[in-house]
């Protein structure tokens, strides 16, 4: 969905850009290609961009993937330019990665204040999927700090045991049964959409009550789609308003939903900003 989302936001500016004339008469290409959400991948995609002739590379989705590639990135010389990568350690670098974000920390640290001044949760109960550590870490770090300070305790730090980064619904299952029985107030999962959705409907199903928090990283259409109701009273921290009011992002909004049929999401809306940004540069 991460990714998907960003591709269609990045094709509608380049379809608007070049329906304007393009970039002093020349009209942009976008190349799309699949990192299947693995390092390895993302740097052989990045090589085969460079290969075709790219000058910038949108992307990447997730933290672990751009950590991969940033020393090739460098090293080629060739713009990165992401709407979703936060992770801290990516900040004040002189090199080529860009974002259209804030940073994890930054994110997290809101997040706390806020879980303490408007929910009043005094223990929380950490949990992790991995794969993403970049962006877990800091936004782990930066909410157990904050929360801390304001005089919150973080229960445990737990990561969510797989076979392969990716965990099946059993597994899911079986660290739902395990959690519930240590019975903690509010629970917050730095997960993925597809994750979370699954840990929400398993306590459900097990009769576990407790609020579930979530990051940025779940902040997607999917969660809704994968999840339905049992998705209903998460806290989830937004980098995106998806009821914004403004003439610029109304007009955005009905091009995306005319084009794609679905609303757009936070990548939608970066991806579009990182092309935009790019645009500006180029021209």
């Known amino acids: 969905e991460l990714g998907i989302a960003l591709r269609n936001g990045a094709f509608l500016a380049v379809e ?53 590639v940033l020393d090739f990135i460098n090293q080629n010389d060739i713009l990165l330019i992401s709407g979703s990568s936060s992770a801290t350690s990516f900040s004040g670098k002189a090199d080529n990665f860009f974002r259209v974000i804030t940073d994890a920390k930054t994110l997290s640290s809101a997040f706390a204040e806020h879980i303490i001044s408007d929910h009043d949760f005094r223990e929380v109960t950490i949990i992790f999927s991995q794969g993403n550590d970049p962006f877990v870490k800091p936004f782990s770090d930066g909410f157990e700090e904050t929360f801390n300070l304001a005089g919150g305790t973080i229960s445990d730090i737990l990561p969510i045991e797989c076979e392969v980064v990716a965990c099946t619904p059993d597994e899911i299952q079986a660290f739902v049964t395990n ?12 997960t993925s959409a597809y994750d979370l959705a699954l840990l929400v409907q398993y306590s459900t199903q097990m009769d576990f009550e407790t609020t579930w928090l979530s990051s940025t990283w779940a902040g997607t259409n999917e969660l809704i789609e994968k999840g339905g109701v049992a998705v209903d009273g998460i806290v989830l921290v937004a980098a995106f308003h998806p009821d914004y009011d403004s003439e610029a992002y109304n007009t955005f909004r009905e091009n995306y939903v005319d084009h794609f049929g679905k609303e757009p999401s936070l990548l939608s809306a970066n991806g579009y900003t990182a092309i935009r940004y790019l645009a500006t540069a180029l021209s």
């Open 16 to 68: 608007e850009i070049n329906a304007n004339g393009g970039i002093n008469g020349r009209p942009l290409q976008l190349i799309v290609k699949d990192d299947m959400g693995d390092p390895a991948k993302a740097l052989q995609v990045d090589q085969d961009l460079i290969d075709e002739g790219a000058i910038a590379i949108i992307g990447h989705v997730t933290s672990g993937q751009t950590g991969a």
């Open 179 to 190: 959690l519930k029985d240590s019975n903690p107030t509010a629970v917050l999962a730095i």
